[in-house]
C-alpha cells in the first residue's frame, strides 16, 4: 500500500508565504508524475502544479510566478511553495503520485491539508 502525507498547511495573512510538503512511502519502487490540486467550498478540485520525474514542470495560470513545485526523488517528496498568497487560494490542497505498476499506473491521493489567506 502507498501512502501520501501532506503537511504546511496553516492560517497566512494575503501576501504571505507557505511551504507544502508531501511524503510517500509504503510500495514504490518509482513515482513518475507528483502534483498538486485543490479544492476551494463549492468549487471543483483543480490542478495547481504537476512534476515529473524528469523535472519538468507544469502551473495552473492563476498560481504561474507565485507557486513553485518540486521534488526529491530519492525520499519520494514533493514540495509547493507558495508565494504571494491571495484570498482566492484558500482551498484544500492535495498531494496526488502517479506510481507505475508494470503496464499500468496506479494514482494515489493524500488526504489534504487547509490552506486559509486571510487578514
Known amino acids: 500500500q502507498v501512502q501520501l502525507v501532506e503537511s504546511g498547511g496553516g492560517l497566512v495573512q494575503p501576501g504571505g508565504s507557505l511551504r507544502l510538503s508531501c511524503a510517500a512511502s509504503g510500495s514504490i519502487f518509482s513515482i513518475s508524475a507528483m502534483s498538486w490540486y485543490r479544492q476551494a467550498p463549492g468549487k471543483q478540485r483543480e490542478l495547481v502544479a504537476a512534476i515529473t520525474s524528469g523535472g519538468s514542470t507544469n502551473y495552473a495560470d492563476s498560481v504561474k510566478g507565485r507557486f513553485t513545485i518540486s521534488r526529491t526523488n530519492a525520499e519520494n517528496t514533493v514540495y509547493l511553495q507558495m508565494n504571494s498568497l491571495k484570498p482566492e487560494d484558500t482551498a484544500v490542497y492535495y498531494c496526488?503520485?502517479?506510481?507505475?505498476?508494470?503496464?499500468?499506473?496506479?494514482?494515489?491521493w493524500g488526504q489534504g491539508t487547509q490552506v486559509t489567506v486571510s487578514s
Open positions: 496526488n503520485a502517479d506510481i507505475p505498476r508494470g503496464v499500468i499506473t496506479q494514482n494515489y
